[in-house]
């Protein structure tokens, strides 16, 4: 069975940087995109960023653009987005999920991009405080 887990959240200064791992386990191919999502109180969960495993083409939303950066390990099955320059405004649930490759290109952009995610992990806090 497919399963995702996160790491690495917590509280940072703002201007600080964070670290989120996601650890995959259980798929069994490597034709996927692998995404990063995040969910304010009382916000929808939108998407931030996005890698197709098989490419290794990468995504943002135009709000992280040039702050965060999303990796891929192919051989620990792991998914990291490093958080750098970070507001308050970024303060939400991060959540790794696992989609379809064809969709990588767009689902950050769908106005229900989420619908478009097979699997999803529990999620990690990430707090910078104002």
């Known amino acids: 069975q497919a399963q995702l887990m996160e790491s690495g959240g917590g509280s940072v200064q703002a201007g600080g940087s964070l670290r989120l791992s996601c650890s995959a386990s259980?798929?069994?191919?490597?034709?996927?995109?692998m995404g990063w999502f995040r969910q304010s109180p009382g916000k929808e969960r939108e998407g931030v960023a996005a890698i197709s495993s098989r490419s290794g083409r990468t995504y943002y939303t135009d709000s992280v653009k040039g702050r965060f950066t999303i990796s891929e390990d192919s051989a620990k099955q792991s998914v990291d987005l490093q958080m750098n320059s970070l507001t308050s405004v970024d303060t939400a649930m991060y959540y790794c999920?696992?989609?379809?490759?064809?969709?990588?290109?767009?689902?950050?952009?769908?106005?229900?991009?989420?619908?478009?995610?097979?699997?999803w992990g529990r999620g990690t806090q990430v707090a910078v405080p104002s």
């Open positions: 259980g798929f069994t191919n490597n034709d996927n995109c």
């Open positions: 999920a696992a989609l379809p490759a064809v969709f990588c290109p767009t689902v950050l952009t769908e106005t229900h991009g989420t619908r478009r995610v097979s699997y």
